[in-house]
Protein backbone atom coordinates (compact mmCIF):
# COMPACT_ATOMS: atom_id res chain seq x y z
CA UNK A 1 0.00 0.00 0.00
CA UNK A 2 1.98 3.17 -1.14
CA UNK A 3 0.45 6.45 0.20
CA UNK A 4 -1.10 7.51 -2.83
CA UNK A 5 -2.63 4.47 -3.16
CA UNK A 6 -4.23 5.03 0.32
CA UNK A 7 -5.36 8.25 -0.25
CA UNK A 8 -6.90 7.81 -3.17
CA UNK A 9 -8.86 4.95 -2.19
CA UNK A 10 -9.76 6.76 0.97
CA UNK A 11 -11.15 9.65 -0.65
CA UNK A 12 -13.06 7.19 -3.55
CA UNK A 13 -14.50 5.32 -0.57
CA UNK A 14 -15.83 8.78 0.97
CA UNK A 15 -17.03 10.49 -2.12
CA UNK A 16 -19.25 7.92 -3.01
CA UNK A 17 -20.73 7.06 0.34
CA UNK A 18 -24.41 6.68 -0.17
CA UNK A 19 -25.90 6.22 3.21
CA UNK A 20 -23.64 5.46 6.39
CA UNK A 21 -24.77 4.74 9.79
CA UNK A 22 -22.73 4.68 13.00
CA UNK A 23 -21.38 6.15 16.74
CA UNK A 24 -18.98 8.98 16.69
CA UNK A 25 -16.95 9.30 20.48
CA UNK A 26 -15.78 12.48 19.82
CA UNK A 27 -13.19 14.67 22.12
CA UNK A 28 -12.92 18.47 21.85
CA UNK A 29 -10.68 20.94 23.16
CA UNK A 30 -12.37 23.86 24.39
CA UNK A 31 -10.65 26.96 25.51
CA UNK A 32 -8.33 24.68 28.18
CA UNK A 33 -10.94 22.32 28.80
CA UNK A 34 -12.27 18.65 26.53
CA UNK A 35 -15.55 18.04 26.51
CA UNK A 36 -16.34 14.18 25.29
CA UNK A 37 -19.80 13.33 23.04
CA UNK A 38 -21.21 10.34 22.08
CA UNK A 39 -23.50 10.36 19.39
CA UNK A 40 -25.04 8.07 16.83
CA UNK A 41 -25.76 9.22 13.53
CA UNK A 42 -27.20 8.25 10.11
CA UNK A 43 -26.71 10.15 6.63
CA UNK A 44 -27.49 10.56 3.31
CA UNK A 45 -25.87 11.56 0.37
CA UNK A 46 -26.74 13.16 -2.92
CA UNK A 47 -28.95 14.79 -1.57
CA UNK A 48 -27.48 15.49 1.93
CA UNK A 49 -29.64 14.38 4.69
CA UNK A 50 -28.65 13.82 8.64
CA UNK A 51 -29.79 12.42 12.03
CA UNK A 52 -27.88 12.40 14.85
CA UNK A 53 -28.73 11.82 18.77
CA UNK A 54 -26.26 12.44 21.59
CA UNK A 55 -26.06 10.35 24.77
CA UNK A 56 -27.98 13.48 26.47
CA UNK A 57 -31.12 13.07 24.39
CA UNK A 58 -30.77 15.89 22.09
CA UNK A 59 -32.11 15.03 18.56
CA UNK A 60 -31.29 17.21 15.30
CA UNK A 61 -32.61 16.68 12.13
CA UNK A 62 -31.11 18.25 8.80
CA UNK A 63 -32.34 17.92 5.12
CA UNK A 64 -31.48 19.48 2.38
CA UNK A 65 -33.72 21.72 0.59
CA UNK A 66 -35.95 21.93 4.00
CA UNK A 67 -37.23 23.96 6.56
CA UNK A 68 -35.88 27.39 4.94
CA UNK A 69 -32.31 25.29 5.40
CA UNK A 70 -32.36 25.26 9.03
CA UNK A 71 -32.11 22.38 11.60
CA UNK A 72 -34.97 20.63 13.46
CA UNK A 73 -33.45 20.11 17.28
CA UNK A 74 -35.42 18.91 20.31
CA UNK A 75 -33.40 19.78 23.36
CA UNK A 76 -34.50 17.12 25.42
CA UNK A 77 -34.69 19.72 28.44
CA UNK A 78 -37.34 22.63 29.33
CA UNK A 79 -39.38 23.87 27.43
CA UNK A 80 -39.54 20.09 25.79
CA UNK A 81 -40.35 21.42 22.16
CA UNK A 82 -38.85 21.63 19.13
CA UNK A 83 -36.43 24.35 17.71
CA UNK A 84 -35.76 25.62 13.88
CA UNK A 85 -31.96 26.99 14.01
CA UNK A 86 -29.33 27.32 11.49
CA UNK A 87 -26.73 24.94 11.75
CA UNK A 88 -24.06 27.11 10.85
CA UNK A 89 -25.29 29.75 13.46
CA UNK A 90 -23.62 30.74 17.00
CA UNK A 91 -26.18 28.47 18.74
CA UNK A 92 -25.62 25.07 17.47
CA UNK A 93 -21.72 26.01 17.02
CA UNK A 94 -21.45 26.76 20.53
CA UNK A 95 -19.28 24.33 22.40
CA UNK A 96 -17.93 22.16 19.15
CA UNK A 97 -15.30 23.00 16.63
CA UNK A 98 -17.50 21.65 13.79
CA UNK A 99 -20.68 22.27 11.90
CA UNK A 100 -23.73 19.48 11.95
CA UNK A 101 -23.47 20.03 8.29
CA UNK A 102 -20.01 18.24 8.63
CA UNK A 103 -20.98 15.07 10.50
CA UNK A 104 -19.41 11.89 9.28
CA UNK A 105 -16.56 12.35 7.03
CA UNK A 106 -17.02 16.66 5.79
CA UNK A 107 -14.21 18.05 8.00
CA UNK A 108 -11.51 15.07 6.91
CA UNK A 109 -12.77 15.41 3.24
CA UNK A 110 -12.03 19.13 2.92
CA UNK A 111 -9.25 18.43 4.34
CA UNK A 112 -7.79 15.91 2.40
CA UNK A 113 -9.64 17.91 -0.87
CA UNK A 114 -7.75 21.20 0.16
CA UNK A 115 -9.03 24.49 -0.78
CA UNK A 116 -9.23 25.75 -4.48
CA UNK A 117 -8.43 29.05 -2.76
CA UNK A 118 -4.63 27.86 -0.63
CA UNK A 119 -2.12 27.76 -3.29
CA UNK A 120 -0.42 26.37 -0.92
CA UNK A 121 -0.50 22.60 -0.34
CA UNK A 122 2.65 21.60 2.03
CA UNK A 123 0.07 20.46 4.30
CA UNK A 124 -2.33 18.32 2.31
CA UNK A 125 0.78 16.56 1.07
CA UNK A 126 2.54 15.93 3.95
CA UNK A 127 0.52 12.82 4.79
CA UNK A 128 2.66 9.40 4.48
CA UNK A 129 1.22 6.00 4.96
CA UNK A 130 2.67 5.27 8.23
CA UNK A 131 2.08 1.54 8.51
CA UNK A 132 -0.55 -0.74 10.15
CA UNK A 133 -3.15 -0.77 13.60
CA UNK A 134 -6.20 -1.90 15.10
CA UNK A 135 -9.07 0.04 15.91
CA UNK A 136 -11.86 -1.41 17.50
CA UNK A 137 -10.69 -4.75 16.65
CA UNK A 138 -11.06 -3.97 13.15
CA UNK A 139 -7.42 -4.18 10.99
CA UNK A 140 -6.80 -0.71 9.85
CA UNK A 141 -3.89 1.93 7.85
CA UNK A 142 -2.64 4.66 9.04
CA UNK A 143 -2.29 7.99 7.61
CA UNK A 144 -0.09 10.56 9.32
CA UNK A 145 0.73 14.02 8.68
CA UNK A 146 3.59 15.66 10.22
CA UNK A 147 3.74 19.17 9.95
CA UNK A 148 6.11 21.29 12.47
CA UNK A 149 5.32 24.38 10.01
CA UNK A 150 2.36 24.48 11.97
CA UNK A 151 1.78 28.58 13.13
CA UNK A 152 -0.46 31.71 13.84
CA UNK A 153 0.07 33.80 11.54
CA UNK A 154 -1.45 37.59 10.60
CA UNK A 155 -4.21 37.97 8.38
CA UNK A 156 -6.40 41.61 7.44
CA UNK A 157 -10.01 40.36 6.92
CA UNK A 158 -11.51 42.32 3.78
CA UNK A 159 -14.54 43.56 3.46
CA UNK A 160 -18.00 41.19 4.32
CA UNK A 161 -15.33 38.38 4.67
CA UNK A 162 -16.55 35.61 7.05
CA UNK A 163 -14.77 33.07 9.08
CA UNK A 164 -16.04 30.61 7.16
CA UNK A 165 -14.22 32.02 3.99
CA UNK A 166 -10.97 32.58 6.27
CA UNK A 167 -10.94 28.81 7.36
CA UNK A 168 -11.10 28.34 3.82
CA UNK A 169 -8.04 29.96 2.61
CA UNK A 170 -6.12 28.65 4.73
CA UNK A 171 -7.29 25.04 5.69
CA UNK A 172 -7.68 25.32 9.02
CA UNK A 173 -11.08 25.03 10.11
CA UNK A 174 -13.36 27.74 11.97
CA UNK A 175 -13.05 26.87 15.48
CA UNK A 176 -9.75 28.57 15.89
CA UNK A 177 -10.65 31.70 14.11
CA UNK A 178 -13.58 32.31 16.11
CA UNK A 179 -11.64 31.47 19.87
CA UNK A 180 -8.76 33.03 19.10
CA UNK A 181 -10.20 36.27 17.57
CA UNK A 182 -13.37 36.83 19.38
CA UNK A 183 -15.49 36.60 16.33
CA UNK A 184 -18.75 34.92 15.20
CA UNK A 185 -19.50 32.19 12.79
CA UNK A 186 -22.39 33.71 11.29
CA UNK A 187 -21.65 37.31 10.87
CA UNK A 188 -19.15 39.06 8.55
CA UNK A 189 -15.83 40.23 10.23
CA UNK A 190 -15.18 43.76 10.59
CA UNK A 191 -13.71 45.33 7.64
CA UNK A 192 -9.64 45.39 8.11
CA UNK A 193 -9.28 43.53 11.63
CA UNK A 194 -6.39 41.75 12.00
CA UNK A 195 -6.53 38.14 12.58
CA UNK A 196 -4.45 35.49 14.51
CA UNK A 197 -4.92 32.29 11.69
CA UNK A 198 -3.73 29.01 11.79
CA UNK A 199 -1.56 28.17 8.94
CA UNK A 200 -2.64 24.26 8.53
CA UNK A 201 -5.08 21.87 10.37
CA UNK A 202 -2.76 21.12 13.04
CA UNK A 203 0.85 19.87 13.53
CA UNK A 204 0.05 15.89 13.42
CA UNK A 205 -3.07 14.19 12.28
CA UNK A 206 -3.35 10.55 12.07
CA UNK A 207 -6.41 8.69 10.56
CA UNK A 208 -6.47 5.33 10.90
CA UNK A 209 -8.59 4.17 7.83
CA UNK A 210 -10.47 0.28 7.38
CA UNK A 211 -9.06 -2.63 5.72
CA UNK A 212 -12.09 -3.53 4.46
CA UNK A 213 -13.93 0.18 4.04
CA UNK A 214 -11.59 2.15 3.65
CA UNK A 215 -13.54 4.61 5.59
CA UNK A 216 -11.87 6.60 9.04
CA UNK A 217 -12.28 4.80 11.81
CA UNK A 218 -10.06 7.46 14.11
CA UNK A 219 -9.15 10.64 13.19
CA UNK A 220 -7.18 12.46 15.63
CA UNK A 221 -5.51 16.04 15.45
CA UNK A 222 -2.78 17.77 17.94
CA UNK A 223 -1.70 21.46 17.27
CA UNK A 224 0.86 23.81 19.05
CA UNK A 225 -0.77 22.90 22.67
CA UNK A 226 -1.91 19.43 22.83
CA UNK A 227 -4.75 17.51 21.54
CA UNK A 228 -7.37 19.38 19.46
CA UNK A 229 -9.78 16.89 18.61
CA UNK A 230 -10.27 13.37 18.13
CA UNK A 231 -12.90 11.26 16.57
CA UNK A 232 -13.61 7.71 17.41
CA UNK A 233 -16.16 6.22 14.45
CA UNK A 234 -17.48 2.89 15.32
CA UNK A 235 -20.37 0.36 14.40
CA UNK A 236 -20.40 1.36 10.94
CA UNK A 237 -22.27 0.69 8.50
CA UNK A 238 -21.80 2.35 4.94
CA UNK A 239 -24.15 2.26 1.71
CA UNK A 240 -26.95 0.05 3.28
CA UNK A 241 -30.46 1.44 2.35
CA UNK A 242 -31.82 3.71 5.06
CA UNK A 243 -35.88 4.31 4.21
CA UNK A 244 -36.69 7.92 3.64
CA UNK A 245 -39.11 8.31 6.73
CA UNK A 246 -35.97 7.90 9.06
CA UNK A 247 -35.12 11.54 7.58
CA UNK A 248 -38.62 12.93 8.53
CA UNK A 249 -39.60 15.20 11.41
CA UNK A 250 -42.63 13.15 11.84
CA UNK A 251 -40.13 9.30 12.17
CA UNK A 252 -41.98 7.15 15.14
CA UNK A 253 -38.51 6.80 17.09
CA UNK A 254 -37.57 10.15 17.25
CA UNK A 255 -39.29 13.13 19.61
CA UNK A 256 -39.34 16.00 16.78
Known amino acids: MTTEQLVSRLRLAIDNLKTLRCTVHAQERLGAKYTQANSTMKLGYAPLRIFLRNKKGVEVLWVTGQNDG ?14 SLDPNGTLMRRGQHHSVLDAGYGMIADILRGSAQRPDRSYERSFRYAGDTTVAGRPCYQLRSDFPKFRYVTYTAGKGETVTQV ?58 KSLFEEFKFLDLVANQPIPAQEFTKAFKDYNL
Not at 70 to 83: C, E, G, H, K, R
Not at 183 to 194: C, E, F, L
Request: net charge negative; proline share 8%; aromatic share 12%.
Open 167 to 224: ADKFGCGEYRIMERNGVAVDAPIPTGKVLQVPNSYGTRTLICVDKKLFLPLLIRTEDD
Open 70 to 83: DAWVYPNSFPYVTL
